[in-house]
């Protein structure tokens, strides 16, 4: 069997179906990525047994440690996470199919004040996709734009910098252009010049 303080590992067949990956997990706000991991474990623990060294690597969804790393708004932690991390563009489907790119500039200035630091950390890691779009077919940029995004001139600035385009229509056929001059400040609209 398989426990996080033991190194015996018993082979279950190919054909197995994959194990649960860390969605859903939720660490407290002290604990960081540490309390996040042994909370899985606590509660995946029977579902671990006899899991072969391959099959826990294919349960290892990443991203989820980041979505709640960015909800902490805490720069230093996302960074640490996306360094090692695999699945920077998972979808989360309860989340509208949002991924940790198009989290991290949506919400409010005043809700996330790190956001900025928290995104220039997302865009260093060499996988992440900067067109990814939800469910809506929006972009990180459509999020960014919308009244309740972290509409900040620096934040649109990195988002452009990394090639999010402007011109990708959403499912309505707005874009992040005319999401910016109806939604932002003159800071924010001066940035897609």
């Known amino acids: 069997?398989?426990?996080?303080?033991?190194?015996?590992?018993?082979?279950?067949?190919?054909?197995?179906p994959p194990p649960p990956t860390l969605d859903g997990v939720e660490g407290g706000?002290?604990?960081?990525?540490e309390a996040d991991i042994e909370k899985y474990f606590e509660h995946h623990a029977p579902a671990l047994e006899?899991?072969?060294?391959?099959?826990?690597?294919?349960?290892?969804?990443d991203s989820s440690l980041l979505w709640d790393a960015i909800g902490r708004d805490d720069p230093a932690e996302v960074t640490q996470v996306v360094a090692t991390m695999k699945d920077v563009n998972h979808?989360?489907?309860?989340?509208?199919?949002?991924?940790?790119?198009?989290?991290?500039?949506?919400?409010?200035p005043l809700q996330r004040p790190r956001a900025a630091a928290c995104l220039r950390a997302v865009l260093r890691h060499p996988a992440l996709d900067v067109t990814a779009l939800e469910d809506d077919q929006q972009t990180a940029l459509h999020v960014a734009t919308a009244a309740?995004?972290?509409?900040?001139?620096e934040v649109v600035n990195l988002l452009i910098e990394a090639g999010v385009p402007l011109d990708t229509p959403d499912a309505d056929g707005s874009t992040p252009l005319l999401s910016v001059a109806g939604n932002a400040g003159p800071g924010a609209v001066g940035a897609t010049r």
């Open 148 to 153: 309740n995004g972290c509409c900040t001139e």
């Open 29 to 33: 706000v002290d604990g960081g990525i």
């Open 50 to 61: 006899g899991l072969s060294a391959k099959e826990l690597g294919r349960m290892s969804n």
């Open 1 to 16: 069997h398989v426990s996080k303080d033991s190194a015996t590992i018993h082979e279950l067949p190919e054909d197995e």
């Open 91 to 108: 979808h989360f489907e309860g989340y509208g199919g949002l991924t940790c790119l198009h989290k991290v500039v949506g919400s409010p």
